[in-house]
């Protein structure tokens, strides 16, 4: 299958900006996606773009795209306490079955 | 609108027996994937489906795991004969399979294999 990578784990503190980062392989990747996970619960999706785009802005969250690099991010401005979660980045192809997915970055805000 | 409905929440199987986890896709949505989430991993993929079809089933194990969406009914996941590293969560995601169109998560079920 596919490689996506995401570090482990960030921390911020409240009112701060965080910036999850993610690569991926698959050069014919066509949508990439951010969702989020909070304990006990399923995933949750935050936004998607196109693969050919390099930006979308969603009010607090900023998602980057360089696709040459072939490196995904996401910015949240303002992490709230409430952003405390796990954050996966996946990504598809509108010629493949499969979603892949990102190990997740467990996100703390700190108070 | 009902999301994906998965039950049960939380699911006590003792070594041998056998788990059969249910989900119940989005209204309108034809497709369902099944992830497997392990403590501490991110989501495993494990079987795509289509109404009474298997599309990919290349993350199953080979034995003890079967998958079915039946024409009628909820999607299936039967695991038989219960091991202690079969507990993980189980998150089945449904799709209408639009180009673009995201995965959808129900809330899983939490197998736990005493």
């Known amino acids: 299958g596919e490689d996506v990578e995401q570090s482990l784990f960030l921390s911020v503190r409240e009112g701060d900006s965080s910036v999850i980062n993610c690569t991926y392989t698959?050069?014919?990747?066509?949508?990439l996606y951010w969702y989020k996970q909070e304990p006990g619960a399923g995933l949750q999706l935050l936004t998607y773009i196109f693969s050919n785009m390099d930006m979308k802005q969603d009010q607090r969250l900023t998602v980057l795209l360089n696709k040459k690099d072939k490196h995904l991010s996401l910015r949240i401005a303002d992490t709230q306490t409430g952003d405390s979660a796990i954050y996966f980045c996946a990504e598809t192809s509108n010629t493949g079955n499969q979603f892949y997915f990102g190990t997740g970055t467990s996100l703390t805000v700190i108070p | 609108n009902a999301g994906v409905m998965q039950n049960p929440r939380h699911l006590v199987r003792r070594r041998g027996q056998e788990a059969r986890l249910r989900c119940s896709p989005m209204k309108g949505h034809s497709h369902v994937y099944w992830y497997r989430q392990l403590p501490e991993e991110g989501l495993k993929f494990m079987v795509y489906?289509?109404?009474?079809?298997?599309?990919?089933e290349s993350g199953m194990p080979k034995e003890r795991f079967s998958a079915e969406f039946p024409k009628e009914g909820p999607s299936i996941l039967r695991i038989q004969q219960v091991v202690r590293g079969d507990s993980a969560a189980y998150f089945c995601a449904s799709s209408p399979r639009r180009e673009g169109s995201p995965l959808h998560f129900g809330n899983g079920t939490r197998l736990t294999v005493t």
């Open positions: 698959d050069s014919s990747s066509t949508y």
């Open positions: 489906l289509q109404k009474e079809n298997i599309i990919d």
